[in-house]
């Protein structure tokens, strides 16, 4: 089973101090020695909105402080269950301290 | 946490950290059941505490530190098993003494390593391999394996005992082989994982997800291994044929549950993800060097497949190149077939013929009903439809797969059309 991982924070994240990016680093080195991690990524600062309203297109950029956005990064892991991958969000979010992390399953590929 | 949420998150940790668990353990004492009820001791230690203390910071630290807490318990009460195992005693409680850091150790790379040669060793047989990689390193219940495998969970249970039993009466040692014995092993833990993996592709609609599921096992027990062993090209190249070929699981069944053929497949349903994973991981096995393995030459095979856009884009030559160096490393009468059946592609009807020929009468194809499928498919593409027809009636009467034989038996009536080939090669 696929799951997709990303965290819902406030738009302006306090920077991650060292021993915080250590400690992702290994969290990341575990995923991998345990074979469940497929890809992930960094994501850039403030996003883009591209919005259709009734037929009408518009672009607005970002970054929008009245909504969380998706920070940090994203994680796309292959588990045996649902629970297994709860575990490893737990394991990231007991890393980067308060705020909310999401764990999504994703179908096809 | 609910019940059921710590429930859920015992579960996820004893899937996580058995294998290590487990490895570690039986580093300490020198013995994979015992290192196996130690850890069967922890997770049911677990299941009473966490509901009502809470799942622990470093979850697996605490299954480390209450097993090795129940190696010296039994050690105390059974003196004749701490005389057998005096130094490991000593050993135990000299840990206990220096406090939580040392004790709570789970196995490292090299016990994880170490367990994975000792479940596919080849002392035990292949079946016996496969059922304690599983339960072991996949972390699999005894009933799981059971049900993936269509065999009553009695039987796999046996299995188990017996193979923990024969490991301890050879006295195999924990540890990572050398050399020789390093290449040999390492074959019987690749072959090991491709047979959970095919077993699992070989699953259809109507099985269990349980047998599906070992693809998935299988793959995972594959990336840990290339993590631990980043410098064997042949497990690189084991991972890769297996990314590449869970790309097209999807492809690979009609909306009826029917077989597609790999050159018939919608590759727009090939998932890019896992091509792009197996295509990395073959470039890893390539650039270690050395002479190619069976391994790395199935996954260029699939590789070829992969890259190409579409059917007839297919490097015919390339994959005709693999196969003559694949019949070379593990010389075999399903590999020649699937060579004529390249050299058909690349170099024409007649070439392909002329090796599919010299297998007409190689016992192990004698009621291969590939064989006659895929001369049939040559004839008809040099004209010869009557001798096509014989080739296709013989073909169908070979399969007991159903869907199968009506498909064959439809191939004379298209015999005139110009498609595909029926290719064997996955």
Same mark, same amino acid.
């Given at each position: 089973?696929?799951?997709?991982?990303?965290?819902?924070?406030?738009?302006?994240?306090?920077?991650?101090?060292?021993?915080?990016?250590?400690?992702?680093?290994?969290?990341?080195?575990?995923? #991998?020695?345990? *074979?469940?991690?497929?890809a992930t990524g960094g994501l850039g600062m403030g996003s883009t909105r591209v919005r259709n309203a009734?037929? #009408?297109?518009?672009?607005?950029?970002?970054?929008?402080?009245?909504? #969380?956005?998706?920070? *940090? *990064?994203?994680?796309?892991?292959?588990? #045996?269950?649902?629970?297994?991958?709860?575990?490893?969000?737990?394991?990231?979010?007991?890393?980067?301290?308060?705020?909310?992390?999401?764990?999504?399953?994703?179908?096809? *590929? | 946490?609910?019940?059921?949420?710590?429930?859920?998150?015992?579960?996820?940790?004893?899937?996580?950290?058995?294998?290590?668990?487990?490895?570690?353990?039986?580093?300490?004492?020198?013995?994979?059941?015992?290192?196996?009820?130690?850890?069967?001791? /922890?997770?049911?230690?677990?299941?009473?505490?966490?509901?009502?203390?809470?799942?622990?910071?470093?979850?697996?630290?605490?299954?480390?530190?209450?097993?090795?807490?129940?190696?010296?318990?039994?050690?105390?009460?059974?003196?004749?098993?701490?005389?057998?195992?005096?130094?490991?005693?000593?050993?135990?409680?000299?840990?206990?003494?220096?406090?939580?850091?040392?004790?709570?150790?789970?196995?490292?790379?090299?016990?994880?390593?170490?367990?994975?040669?000792?479940?596919?060793?080849?002392?035990?047989?292949?079946?016996?391999?496969?059922?304690?990689?599983?339960?072991?390193?996949?972390?699999?219940?005894?009933?799981?394996?059971?049900?993936? $495998?269509?065999?009553?969970?009695?039987?796999?249970?046996?299995?188990?005992?017996?193979?923990?039993?024969?490991?301890?009466?050879?006295?195999?040692?924990?540890?990572?082989?050398?050399?020789?014995?390093?290449?040999?092993?390492?074959?019987?833990?690749?072959?090991?994982?491709?047979?959970? $993996?095919?077993?699992?592709?070989?699953?259809?609609?109507?099985?269990?997800?349980?047998?599906?599921?070992?693809?998935?096992?299988? !793959?995972?027990?594959?990336?840990?291994?290339?993590?631990?062993?980043?410098?064997?090209?042949?497990?690189?190249?084991?991972?890769? !044929?297996?990314?590449?070929?869970?790309?097209?699981?999807?492809?690979?069944?009609?909306?009826?549950?029917?077989?597609?053929?790999?050159?018939?497949?919608?590759?727009?349903?090939?998932?890019?993800?896992?091509?792009?994973?197996?295509?990395?991981?073959?470039?890893r096995a390539v650039s270690l060097g050395g002479p190619a393995g069976q391994y790395v030459l199935q996954?260029?095979?699939?590789?070829?497949? /992969?890259?190409a856009a579409t059917a007839a884009e297919t490097d015919w030559r390339a994959i005709a190149d693999a196969?003559?160096?694949?019949?070379?490393?593990?010389?075999?009468?399903?590999?020649?077939?699937?060579?004529?059946?390249?050299?058909?592609?690349? $170099?024409?009807?007649?070439?392909?013929?002329?090796?599919?020929?010299?297998?007409?009468?190689?016992?192990?194809?004698?009621?291969?009903?590939?064989?006659?499928?895929?001369?049939?498919?040559?004839?008809?593409?040099?004209?010869?439809?009557?001798?096509?027809?014989?080739?296709?009636?013989?073909?169908?009467?070979?399969?007991?797969?159903?869907?199968?034989?009506?498909?064959?038996?439809?191939?004379?009536?298209?015999?005139?059309?110009?498609?595909?080939?029926?290719?064997?090669?996955?």
């Amino acid at each position: 089973m696929r799951f997709l991982m990303y965290s819902l924070d406030p738009a302006v994240p306090a920077p991650p101090d060292p021993q915080m990016l250590a400690e992702l680093g290994t969290l990341t080195e575990d995923t #991998k020695r345990a *074979g469940v991690l497929l890809a992930t990524g960094g994501l850039g600062m403030g996003s883009t909105r591209v919005r259709n309203a009734a037929g #009408k297109l518009s672009v607005t950029d970002g970054p929008f402080t009245e909504t #969380k956005e998706l920070t *940090g *990064g994203f994680a796309l892991i292959e588990a #045996k269950s649902k629970d297994e991958a709860i575990e490893w969000a737990r394991r990231f979010r007991k890393i980067v301290g308060d705020g909310e992390s999401i764990v999504q399953e994703v179908f096809g *590929g | 946490m609910s019940a059921s949420d710590t429930q859920g998150a015992i579960d996820a940790v004893w899937r996580i950290e058995a294998p290590r668990l487990i490895a570690g353990l039986t580093r300490i004492v020198r013995d994979i059941g015992l290192a196996e009820d130690l850890a069967q001791d /922890a997770l049911v230690a677990a299941l009473e505490q966490w509901p009502s203390a809470g799942v622990p910071d470093n979850p697996a630290a605490w299954l480390m530190a209450t097993a090795k807490h129940r190696a010296i318990d039994r050690l105390r009460r059974d003196q004749r098993l701490a005389r057998k195992q005096e130094q490991l005693g000593r050993e135990l409680e000299a840990e206990e003494r220096m406090g939580p850091a040392d004790l709570n150790a789970i196995g490292s790379d090299d016990d994880l390593l170490r367990l994975i040669f000792m479940s596919s060793h080849p002392v035990l047989s292949t079946d016996a391999r496969v059922a304690l990689t599983l339960r072991l390193l996949g972390g699999l219940t005894t009933d799981e394996i059971a049900r993936a $495998f269509l065999v009553p969970e009695s039987t796999i249970a046996q299995r188990i005992v017996r193979a923990k039993k024969a490991l301890a009466d050879a006295r195999v040692p924990f540890e990572v082989p050398r050399g020789e014995a390093l290449t040999a092993q390492l074959a019987s833990v690749l072959q090991v994982i491709y047979l959970v $993996f095919n077993e699992g592709y070989a699953a259809t609609a109507g099985d269990d997800w349980m047998r599906a599921g070992l693809c998935e096992d299988a !793959l995972r027990l594959g990336r840990v291994l290339a993590e631990l062993a980043p410098n064997e090209p042949e497990v690189h190249g084991l991972v890769a !044929l297996m990314e590449v070929q869970a790309s097209r699981a999807r492809a690979r069944v009609g909306p009826t549950g029917e077989p597609v053929l790999l050159l018939d497949q919608d590759r727009g349903q090939w998932d890019r993800l896992l091509i792009h994973r197996g295509l990395a991981a073959l470039a890893r096995a390539v650039s270690l060097g050395g002479p190619a393995g069976q391994y790395v030459l199935q996954a260029e095979i699939a590789a070829h497949h /992969a890259r190409a856009a579409t059917a007839a884009e297919t490097d015919w030559r390339a994959i005709a190149d693999a196969y003559d160096a694949l019949a070379l490393v593990v010389p075999s009468a399903v590999v020649e077939l699937n060579r004529a059946v390249a050299h058909g592609m690349a $170099f024409g009807p007649r070439a392909g013929l002329a090796l599919v020929d010299r297998l007409v009468d190689e016992p192990a194809l004698k009621t291969y009903h590939l064989l006659p499928s895929v001369r049939g498919d040559l004839l008809v593409k040099l004209g010869r439809s009557a001798e096509a027809r014989v080739e296709f009636e013989r073909a169908a009467s070979l399969t007991d797969n159903v869907r199968e034989r009506t498909f064959l038996l439809r191939r004379p009536a298209r015999a005139a059309e110009p498609g595909p080939p029926i290719v064997p090669l996955q």
